[in-house]
């Protein structure tokens, strides 16, 4: 199961709470000048920086940052 998958089962609350979270993060990235995208919406992973929500708990998401981070060193 991956970031996107588990965010898809949480209830409305987490869902809401985590869009909330990621629309003050991104916010704070733009202000600094970087484009930013969760890495399953960037469409242009070489201009906009990708987030992969992980969790401290679980560790669930490490596979897909390691897998972006593989798929970074490829270009």
């Given at each position: 199961m991956?970031?996107?998958?588990?965010?898809d089962a949480q209830n409305i609350?987490?869902?809401n709470h985590f869009e909330?979270?990621?629309e003050k993060t991104?916010?704070?990235f733009n202000e600094q000048g970087f484009n930013v995208?969760?890495?399953w919406e960037n469409?242009?992973?070489e201009d906009t920086l990708s987030f992969v929500p992980t969790s401290a708990i679980t560790?669930?998401?490490l596979s897909d940052l390691i897998?972006?981070?593989c798929r970074m060193g490829q270009v």
């Open positions: 991956n970031s996107r998958d588990t965010l609350n987490t869902k909330s979270q990621l991104v916010l704070a995208a969760l890495y469409d242009s992973p560790g669930e998401g897998f972006n981070l």
